[in-house]
Each structure stands twice: as structure tokens, then as C-alpha cells.
């Protein structure tokens, strides 16, 4: 992907700059199952957990206190309180990890293009981008919760674009989710690369598709 004429990058949080293209899902799914024999109900569990903390956390709220809430409202759905502080401890480490190295390449990137990160997220992604020190390296952070509107809505990208003063065709979206983040970027004419751990074809047969985030700077050359 040649970067010439790109001014600005978007970027999802949850499974991008936390993990290596998993999904919240799928991270706390493994864990869980660690802690037990899996629940065939596990989605459902798990987005009734992830409903229930939008709009309605403190917008200061902290990262570890974030997945703290999520991995208790799991654990107390599938009948298993007493496995919550051990997986919410186990995500949090692993997501600081990755969130502090994906630091170090947003402030690679930011001094050749404006940053946004546009995150499905429970009203508090500001509070979380400073204390995980990604903050620094952003020109904007736009939560769904806030903008009430959610990827693929055009709405919370037009938001993002509007706060960082470009137009969808000098911008690249980078996420894992391809329903969410590659398809809701392409119906604004976004160029987009895919994060993704697994098997599967991107949206776009020219799509860039990449397995860290750390890879991101040599994809946009």
C-alpha cells in the first residue's frame, strides 16, 4: 500500500492495538475455558456483559477497572464469580503488553500523519488512551458511546475524519474486525488494512492484511 496522499490514520483499539488481531471475545472465551469446561453460550454471555457496561461506566473509569467489570459481568452469567479476578488479571497483562509496544509505533507514525482511534467502546476511551499512554501519540479518540454510534455506522467514522480535518480518501483504517472496521470503512471509500490472526480473505482483493500491529509501518512503505 503506497502511503502518497495519506494525511491521517484510524485505528480500532479492542483486538489492534491490545492484542494481535483476537478479538475481547475470543481472549476472554480462552480464558474462560481455561478456568473451566466452555459455555455454549458464550456470545451470548458475553455481549449481554459487554451491553451492560455502555453508557453506563464513569467516563474516567480505568483500563483495569474496565475489564475488571467485563470479566465479572462474564463470570457471574456462567455461574463462576470466583474465576473473575484471576482471567481479568490475565487479560490485563497481556493487553498492557501489547497496548505499550503499539505505543512505541504510534509515535512512529505520528509524526508523518494525524492518528485517531475509532473504538466501540463504553464512554470512557479518552480516560483509557491517556492512562495506557497512548494518548500522547492521538489526534482524536472517538468512542460509540459518546457519538452514540457504532462501527460500521458511517456516522463514528465521519466523526473521527471531521475531528482530524481529512476526507475518507486521505485516510487508512486499521482493524481486525472485517464486518465492523474493513466493511464500514469501505462503504466511505477508506483504504483499509486488516489485522487478523487466522485464515479468511480480506473484504478487498487488494486489501494489506498484517499479524501485528508492528507491522504496520513497512505495509504503508
Known sequence: MSRDGVRALLLDFGGTLDADGIAWKERFRRLFEEEAAPADDFDRVFYAADDALVGSIPRDLSFGDTVARLASGIAERLGRPASAQRVGSRFLASARAHLARSAGVLAELHGRYRLGIVSNFYGNLEAVC???????????????????????????????????????????????????????????????????AGDGEPCCPDDSVIRSFSELPGVLG
Open 130 to 196: 491517556r492512562e495506557t499512554g497512548l494518548a500522547a501519540h492521538l489526534d482524536a479518540a472517538i468512542d460509540s458511546a459518546v457519538v452514540k454510534a457504532e462501527k460500521p455506522d458511517r456516522r463514528i467514522f465521519e466523526a473521527a475524519l471531521a475531528t482530524l480535518g481529512v476526507g475518507p480518501r486521505k485516510a487508512v483504517f486499521v482493524g481486525d474486525s472485517r464486518p465492523r472496521d474493513m466493511e464500514g470503512a469501505r462503504a466511505l471509500g477508506m483504504r483499509h488494512v486488516w489485522m487478523h
